[in-house]
């Protein structure tokens, strides 16, 4: 079973099949926003970092990640100049966006980390899901190599997420958190539009 399989990372709706011929005739977009992604990523880990500074363990486990990340974006970069690619400006990520519209506001401040903790996750996961995609689905037999690694890395990444919740809540609670990202998660693909230049 492959390791993006979305009974695996329980996410409830799988991406447009459309998405993947999109990208597939749009690849110097989607890498420049693959790259993107992978700066977001990075600096949202430093974030967390810098605000929950004294949870040693979550340092431990982000901290590299940060460099994982900012290398995942040379590596994107590096592609993409070997392919003549010119890096292109960021745009808004209207999938990450419309999560971040759904993080609760009006709960305890010991709380807040979790639902950070799912948003982040969530990302993960999809992303996931996504490389998967590229990965089987394009002709470009490096390219299809290329987003394998970046698959195994973000199923990583997402587990990660999940293990840090539930090494700071109870398990229930980390579980029906998660069944709640998947239902918000759900809604807001429904109102994106397949697009072949983003990568959410």
């Known amino acids: 079973m492959s390791t993006a399989d979305n009974s695996i990372l ?29 700066q977001k990523a990075a600096t949202q880990c430093i974030s967390l970092i810098q ?16 460099t994982e990340e900012w290398g995942h974006f040379r590596m994107v970069w590096a592609e993409m ?5 010119v890096l292109g400006r960021q745009r808004k990520d209207d ?3 419309l999560l971040l519209q759904h993080e609760p506001k ?4 010991d709380d807040k ?5 799912m948003i982040g996750a969530m990302i993960e996961a999809r992303s996931c899901e996504r490389f998967r995609l590229l990965h089987e689905g394009l002709e470009d037999e490096q390219l299809r190599s290329f987003y394998y690694k970046f698959m195994v890395s973000e199923a990583g990444h997402y ?18 958190a998660w069944q709640q990202w998947l239902q918000i998660e759900g809604l807001v693909l429904q109102l994106l ?6 990568m959410h």
Not at 51 to 66: Q, S
Not at 193 to 198: C, E, K, S, T, Y
Request: proline fraction near 7%; aromatic fraction near 10%.
């Open 10 to 38: 329980g996410l409830k709706m799988p991406t447009d099949p459309r998405w993947t011929d999109l990208a597939s005739v749009s690849l110097e977009e989607i890498l420049t926003d693959h790259a993107f992604c992978e």
């Open 51 to 66: 605000r929950y500074a004294d949870k040693e363990d979550l340092v431990n486990a982000l901290a590299p990640i940060v």
């Open 81 to 85: 100049k070997k392919r003549g690619f």
């Open 95 to 97: 999938y990450v966006n």
């Open 106 to 109: 009006n709960i305890p401040g």
């Open 113 to 117: 980390l979790l639902h950070k903790l």
């Open 159 to 176: 587990r990660l997420f999940i293990d840090l919740a539930e090494q700071y809540y109870p398990v229930e609670k980390v579980r029906a």
């Open 193 to 198: 539009v397949p697009r072949g230049d983003r």
